[in-house]
Nanobody, 117 residues
Framework: QVQLVESGGGLVQAGGSLRLSCAAS????????MGWFRQAPGKEREFVAA????????YYADSVKGRFTISRDNAKNTVYLQMNSLKPEDTAVYYC??????????WGQGTQVTVSS
């Protein structure tokens, strides 16, 4: 079992930055690929970014490419999402997830990100 706890959300003006963190505990963190997802009010949860177990491979949704950066520190059992040039449409609850083979079995409770215009 892996427990995931997100932090770093908050209120920011458009054009600003936030860094989300996701701390993992439980089974060996470095065995798992990690991802960030988000869900805005009235919308389905959507993929934001993912990173392989070693950190060498990253993937992004087109909507955040060039603005968001996912990274991980396996020594600290933590994955990060650096979000720059934030837009009001980035407002959502952001979730951290972990798994293997593209299947995310473990999810955090989410952290709210609100971008004001």
């Amino acid at each position: 079992q892996v427990q995931l706890v997100e932090s770093g959300g908050g209120l920011v003006q458009a054009g600003g930055s936030l860094r989300l963190s996701c701390a993992a505990s439980g089974r060996t963190f470095s065995n798992y690929g990690m991802g960030w997802f988000r869900q805005a009010p009235g919308k389905e949860r959507e993929f934001v970014a993912a990173i392989g177990w070693s950190g060498s491979r990253t993937y992004y949704a087109d909507s955040v490419k060039g603005r968001f950066t996912i990274s991980r520190d396996n020594a600290k059992n933590t994955v990060y999402l650096q979000m720059n040039s934030l837009k009001p449409e980035d407002t959502a609850v952001y979730y951290c997830a972990g798994g293997a083979g593209g299947i995310y079995r473990y999810w955090g409770q989410g952290t709210q990100v609100t971008v004001s215009s």
